[in-house]
């Protein structure tokens, strides 16, 4: 299990990435170690997953089990997690980012409570009555374009990569994500 100084680390790295801190990386552990203790994200994120789930379970009550629509959503949150370390381990090493393989994925990892953070704001604000439903497409399309600008930092500053390629990277992120979410979608649909 991860302690509070890690998060606290892992959180403040993330921030400075954003805010371009030349220094943020230095407070990623970096080693093969912190790799895999960066995956320890995943179970802090639960809250998040819960989050859009129950907001899924409201867009499609009526038309869809309860049960099926969590379980999809638990799958895609699992499968979102694998998928993008998975492919960016065979992709690293043909596109030259094969030494910054670890500390690309441990920055992402961490990041990703810094880029979700508006996402679960938004959908907490609908979910409890505070944002008509009018607004959750647009507000949940600005907390995206927050999220996919820190994903942008983040391959800039920690995968060392020039702008066409982070934002390519960032793009491969949300289509592998977009693809998991349409075929366990499926089964919620049939």
Same mark, same amino acid.
């Given at each position: 299990?991860?302690?509070?100084?890690?998060?606290?680390?892992?959180?403040?790295?993330?921030?400075?990435?954003?805010?371009?801190?030349?220094? =943020?990386?230095?407070?990623?552990?970096?080693?093969?170690?912190?790799?895999?203790?960066?995956?320890?994200?995943? @179970?802090?994120?639960?809250?998040?997953?819960?989050?859009? !789930?129950?907001?899924?379970?409201?867009?499609?009550?009526? $038309?869809?089990? @309860?049960? %099926?629509?969590? !379980? &999809?959503?638990? &799958?895609? +949150?699992?499968?979102?997690?694998?998928?993008?370390?998975?492919?960016? =381990?065979?992709?690293?090493?043909?596109?030259?980012?094969?030494?910054?393989?670890?500390?690309?994925?441990?920055?992402?990892?961490?990041?990703?409570?810094?880029?979700?953070?508006? +996402?679960?704001?938004? $959908?907490? &604000?609908?979910? !409890?009555?505070?944002?008509?439903?009018?607004?959750?497409?647009?507000? $949940?399309?600005? =907390?995206?374009?927050?999220?996919? +600008?820190?994903?942008?930092?983040?391959?800039? =500053?920690?995968?060392?990569?020039?702008?066409?390629? %982070?934002?390519?990277?960032?793009?491969?992120?949300?289509?592998? $994500?977009?693809? !998991?979410?349409?075929?366990?979608?499926?089964?919620?649909?049939?």
């Amino acid at each position: 299990m991860i302690d509070w100084a890690e998060i606290r680390a892992g959180v403040l790295g993330s921030f400075g990435l954003l805010i371009g801190d030349p220094h =943020a990386m230095a407070r990623f552990d970096c080693s093969f170690r912190g790799f895999w203790r960066s995956f320890w994200v995943i @179970p802090l994120m639960v809250p998040a997953a819960l989050v859009s !789930i129950l907001a899924d379970r409201s867009l499609v009550e009526g $038309t869809a089990s @309860p049960s %099926a629509v969590a !379980i &999809a959503g638990l &799958a895609s +949150y699992l499968l979102g997690w694998i998928a993008f370390p998975v492919v960016m =381990a065979a992709l690293a090493g043909p596109l030259g980012l094969g030494p910054r393989y670890v500390p690309m994925m441990v920055a992402r990892n961490w990041s990703s409570i810094l880029g979700t953070l508006p +996402y679960v704001v938004v $959908t907490l &604000a609908w979910l !409890i009555g505070l944002m008509p439903v009018r607004l959750l497409a647009l507000a $949940t399309l600005a =907390a995206l374009g927050f999220d996919l +600008y820190v994903s942008f930092r983040v391959m800039r =500053a920690a995968a060392a990569a020039p702008p066409g390629l %982070a934002a390519g990277l960032v793009a491969l992120d949300l289509v592998l $994500t977009l693809l !998991i979410d349409a075929g366990t979608a499926r089964f919620v649909v049939g």
